[in-house]
């Protein structure tokens, strides 16, 4: 029969991080439209994805489905009834169809150059709000408590003083208590915050 199986690994969690934000929208639409019904969602399934790919994209400012086929989609309602766009269309359209698909390359360079300017004014606002935590060998620094099971509101997020005894690259130490003994594993800087006596 010829059947290859094929395995794959996480060689990019940047894409895979993508995939459950698709995911998660298209979850919460079928949620949605169930209305608190978990059954059916079959049947539901095929316009939630068309309303997902039919939808403007802010990064983009594009559809998805327009970045695919080169032109907007012509929404289910406008074919039952008389739209200008539907009348405006050629009968014969093979010309202004092959037109749109050589201009696909164009739009998907645009929308892409729009993307890099929307990521750049994230990245910017974010990086005005993050405060750069550093520490050198020997300062005093509490950790984060690791919380499972039932915590409550009271309960303590940060425990120490630990000092810090040898950095491992840019943002991991490792780390020991007050007697003197060293903790496991290094520390990432997110974990840790300055202790003041």
Known sequence: ??????????????????????NRIIVQALKTRLQGKGKDWVEELFSVLWAYRTTL??????????LVYGSEAVLPFEVGQTSSRVESYPDKNDQSRAME????????????????????????????????RDFQ????????????????????????????????????????????HSLKRPWNVFNLKKYYA
């Open 1 to 22: 029969m010829k059947i290859t199986q094929s395995f794959t690994s996480v060689a990019y969690p940047q894409a895979d991080g993508q995939t459950e934000v698709v």
């Open 57 to 66: 994209r802010a990064r983009t400012q594009e559809t998805p489905f327009s």
């Open 101 to 132: 698909l050589d201009l696909v390359e164009e739009k998907r360079d645009r929308s892409f150059i729009r993307m890099e300017a929307y990521m750049s004014r994230v990245m910017k606002s974010y990086n005005r709000k993050v405060r750069i």
């Open 137 to 180: 060998v020997g300062d005093l620094v509490m950790k984060k408590v690791n919380l499972t099971g039932d915590v409550g509101k009271l309960e303590a997020r940060w425990e120490g003083p630990y000092k810090i005894t040898r950095r491992v690259s840019s943002g991991f130490f490792y780390l020991e208590d007050a007697q003197g």
